[in-house]
């Protein structure tokens, strides 16, 4: 299996490799078509120079098949494009370059051989070879059908060319086209219904820049026309434009692949070995593992480690034989207090609980730390920590601190793990849609609250303040407006107008009155008998007296005497009356 593993690195480069090169890396032909000594009108000067530079770039560039013909009659232009067509059959790309003549004939392109008389129009089907069959040609090739005409010359036929119909239109140049089969591509020399120019050199302004744009590395084809097109306008004064129809996918298509240099083999690190053998170690943890370890790898870094790790598990070994010999004397103490032992035996058996229980601390005090962590393994690889680096106050701490940071404690950071700080890690768990043990502060806590960038709980304040940002600040109302029980400010209602009460009239009380004193009224001296004569009477003693009391008998009423008062004495009646006058 490690032998395997250590063949990897190798697999992978040989992948890259040979498997590095894009899908169009495939099988590339082309075939070249070049016209210059026409039988029946003037000879043109560049095509035949301008099929050899293209002929050659393609080749340099590395296709399959490059076949280059020039000066073709009819028949033979129609064999070489059947015989290319079975070419193409396992091809990925297939081009096909054309320079001469070419004629537009009632929207249709056609190529000229160079034995065409074309005496009337008619003869255009018959000698000349139309642009369709040029695309059955290159139809079986799977990614990319690309043909290219630097034919869009003034027409030599169209001066003495008879009509047969009058109304049948010969253009100038080539007519557009819209290519039917898929990831197909037609560049014309010069837009649709213009002519090309042939240049002052030996090679044609579009050729010339078709071989230097078409075939760089890695360039997709349809950038690569970009090129042509801007290199041609400059350099015929925006005379000439070409043009390209046709469409392809979003991949780029480019006509030749990127090379890919091998890939260098990886250095080996001779401690990743290593490594690997200890990180099993330590995930199984026991005496054997390392001792299995250390025979392997006796020396080195790595094996100090592991005596470090053996060092620890005898450590805790004899620290828990010592937890379990102090928990067997106390309970020998416990035993001999209880049936009442003599005094020598218990203060023996407290002696040794009291040793066994030192041995234990002692053992706990000197037992080995991880290693520290500041320590780097060769070769920059980490390795496990040994022990946890924080103690459980520190950890809580720095979970609240976060918890803080995240807006959802508000406490202070104390490392106590209290209710509030299991509320503050709840709500975070509602917010951030985690479920974090939240009984304790735990590592992963630490680790979850730390991704977060900022605030989770949302910010809550007072009534009278608003949220602003991660502060709350206080809430201002303008001149009219009051804040409501929602936190909002409203206008102020007007106030009612408040009703003034009456005036209240107050009985006087000045001098002593029993509270079942009323005035007399009836027969034994009440006051409805007198009618007028008593209301007089009445208002006279108020104010002869000021105290408004009367005293009435059977022969008539009169005002108390000053200083006097009434007293009830109860009964009434006929002879005998309820009232007496008292005085001081």
Same mark, same amino acid.
């Given at each position: 299996?490690?032998?395997?593993?250590?063949?990897?690195?190798?697999?992978?480069?040989?992948?890259?490799?040979?498997?590095?090169?894009?899908?169009?890396?495939?099988?590339?032909?082309?075939?070249?078509?070049?016209?210059?000594?026409?039988?029946?009108?003037?000879?043109?000067?560049?095509?035949?120079?301008?099929?050899?530079?293209?002929?050659?770039?393609?080749?340099?560039?590395?296709?399959?098949?490059?076949?280059?013909?020039?000066?073709?009659?009819?028949?033979?232009?129609?064999?070489?494009?059947?015989?290319?067509?079975?070419?193409?059959?396992?091809?990925?790309?297939?081009?096909?370059?054309?320079?001469?003549?070419?004629?537009?004939?009632?929207?249709?392109?056609?190529?000229?051989?160079?034995?065409?008389?074309?005496?009337?129009?008619?003869? +255009? #089907?018959?000698?000349?070879?139309?642009? @369709?069959?040029? $695309? /059955?040609? &290159?139809?079986? *090739?799977?990614?990319?059908?690309? !043909?290219?005409?630097?034919?869009?010359?003034?027409?030599?036929?169209?001066?003495?060319?008879?009509?047969?119909?009058?109304?049948?239109?010969?253009?100038?140049?080539?007519?557009?086209?819209?290519?039917?089969?898929?990831?197909?591509?037609?560049?014309?020399?010069?837009?649709?219904?213009?002519?090309?120019?042939?240049?002052?050199?030996?090679?044609?302004?579009?050729?010339?820049?078709?071989?230097?744009?078409?075939?760089?590395?890695?360039?997709?084809?349809?950038?690569?026309?970009?090129?042509?097109?801007?290199?041609?306008?400059?350099?015929?004064?925006?005379?000439?434009?070409?043009? +390209? #129809?046709?469409?392809?996918?979003?991949? @780029?298509?480019? $006509? /030749?692949? &990127?090379?890919? *240099?091998?890939?260098?083999?990886? !250095?080996?690190?001779?401690?990743?070995?290593?490594?690997?053998?200890?990180?099993?170690?330590?995930?199984?943890?026991?005496?054997?593992?390392?001792?299995?370890?250390?025979?392997?790898?006796?020396?080195?870094?790595?094996?100090?480690?592991?005596?470090?790790?053996?060092?620890?598990?005898?450590?805790?070994?004899?620290?828990?034989?010592?937890?379990?010999?102090?928990?067997?004397?106390?309970?020998?103490?416990?035993?001999?207090?209880?049936?009442?032992?003599?005094?020598?035996?218990?203060?023996?058996?407290?002696?040794?609980?009291?040793?066994?229980?030192?041995?234990?601390?002692?053992?706990?005090?000197?037992?080995?730390?991880?290693?520290?962590?500041?320590?780097?393994?060769?070769?920059?690889?980490?390795?496990?920590?040994?022990?946890?680096?924080?103690?459980?106050?520190?950890?809580?701490?720095?979970?609240?601190?976060?918890?803080?940071?995240?807006?959802?404690?508000?406490?202070?950071?104390?490392?106590?793990?209290?209710?509030?700080?299991?509320?503050?890690?709840?709500?975070?768990?509602?917010?951030?849609?985690?479920?974090?043990?939240?009984?304790?502060?735990?590592?992963?806590?630490?680790?979850?609250?730390?991704?977060?960038?900022?605030?989770?709980?949302?910010?809550?304040?007072?009534?009278?303040?608003?949220?602003?940002?991660?502060?709350?600040?206080?809430?201002?109302?303008?001149?009219?407006?009051?804040?409501?029980?929602?936190?909002?400010?409203?206008?102020?209602?007007?106030?009612?107008?408040?009703?003034?009460?009456?005036?209240?009239?107050?009985?006087?009380?000045?001098?002593?009155?029993?509270?079942?004193?009323?005035?007399?009224?009836?027969?034994?001296?009440?006051?409805?008998?007198?009618?007028?004569?008593?209301?007089?009477?009445?208002?006279?003693?108020?104010?002869?007296?000021?105290?408004?009391?009367?005293?009435?008998?059977?022969?008539?009423?009169?005002?108390?005497?000053?200083?006097?008062?009434?007293?009830?004495?109860?009964?009434?009646?006929?002879?005998?009356?309820?009232?007496?006058?008292?005085?001081?």
């Amino acid at each position: 299996m490690r032998n395997l593993l250590r063949l990897c690195p190798l697999l992978l480069a040989l992948a890259l490799l040979f498997g590095a090169e894009p899908a169009f890396a495939g099988k590339r032909v082309a075939l070249v078509l070049a016209n210059s000594a026409y039988q029946h009108a003037p000879s043109l000067t560049n095509p035949v120079n301008d099929g050899s530079v293209i002929a050659k770039t393609l080749k340099d560039a590395g296709f399959d098949i490059v076949d280059s013909r020039h000066d073709l009659s009819a028949l033979e232009t129609r064999r070489v494009l059947r015989d290319f067509a079975d070419a193409t059959r396992d091809a990925d790309i297939a081009v096909v370059y054309y320079a001469g003549h070419g004629i537009e004939v009632e929207g249709s392109n056609y190529l000229i051989p160079v034995d065409a008389r074309l005496e009337r129009d008619t003869d +255009v #089907y018959d000698e000349a070879l139309s642009l @369709d069959r040029v $695309l /059955v040609a &290159v139809e079986p *090739a799977k990614q990319l059908r690309l !043909v290219i005409l630097d034919a869009c010359r003034d027409n030599p036929f169209g001066k003495t060319m008879k009509r047969s119909v009058a109304s049948r239109g010969i253009g100038r140049g080539l007519a557009q086209v819209e290519p039917t089969s898929p990831n197909t591509l037609i560049a014309y020399s010069a837009k649709a219904g213009f002519t090309a120019q042939d240049g002052d050199g030996a090679n044609s302004p579009f050729t010339v820049a078709l071989s230097k744009h078409l075939t760089t590395p890695g360039l997709d084809v349809r950038r690569a026309f970009g090129f042509v097109r801007d290199d041609v306008l400059k350099s015929t004064g925006n005379k000439q434009e070409p043009f +390209v #129809y046709g469409s392809l996918g979003g991949d @780029d298509v480019p $006509l /030749v692949p &990127v090379k890919v *240099a091998a890939a260098a083999s990886p !250095v080996a690190n001779p401690q990743a070995d290593i490594r690997r053998d200890y990180e099993l170690a330590l995930q199984v943890g026991n005496r054997a593992a390392w001792d299995a370890f250390l025979a392997q790898h006796p020396d080195g870094f790595y094996s100090s480690l592991a005596k470090l790790q053996l060092e620890k598990i005898g450590a805790e070994q004899a620290h828990a034989a010592a937890i379990e010999k102090a928990k067997q004397a106390e309970a020998e103490r416990d035993r001999l207090a209880a049936v009442g032992a003599q005094k020598d035996a218990q203060i023996k058996a407290a002696a040794d609980a009291k040793a066994a229980e030192q041995q234990r601390v002692n053992l706990a005090a000197a037992a080995p730390s991880a290693a520290p962590a500041s320590t780097a393994s060769p070769a920059g690889t980490n390795v496990a920590s040994l022990t946890p680096a924080t103690t459980p106050a520190d950890l809580s701490r720095s979970v609240q601190t976060e918890l803080g940071r995240v807006g959802c404690f508000s406490g202070q950071a104390d490392g106590n793990w209290n209710t509030s700080s299991q509320r503050s890690l709840s709500q975070f768990n509602r917010y951030a849609g985690t479920k974090l043990d939240v009984k304790v502060a735990s590592t992963d806590a630490l680790d979850t609250v730390k991704s977060k960038p900022s605030r989770v709980c949302p910010l809550v304040c007072e009534h009278g303040f608003k949220a602003d940002g991660d502060k709350c600040t206080r809430i201002v109302c303008g001149d009219g407006y009051a804040l409501n029980d929602d936190n909002e400010c409203e206008k102020k209602r007007a106030g009612k107008p408040t009703a003034s009460k009456p005036a209240t009239s107050r009985r006087d009380d000045s001098e002593d009155r029993p509270a079942r004193q009323r005035p007399q009224i009836g027969a034994a001296g009440g006051l409805g008998g007198l009618g007028g004569d008593a209301a007089g009477i009445a208002t006279g003693a108020r104010r002869a007296s000021g105290g408004g009391q009367v005293f009435c008998t059977n022969g008539g009423c009169r005002p108390v005497n000053r200083g006097c008062h009434l007293e009830y004495r109860g009964g009434g009646g006929p002879g005998n009356d309820a009232n007496a006058e008292v005085c001081n």
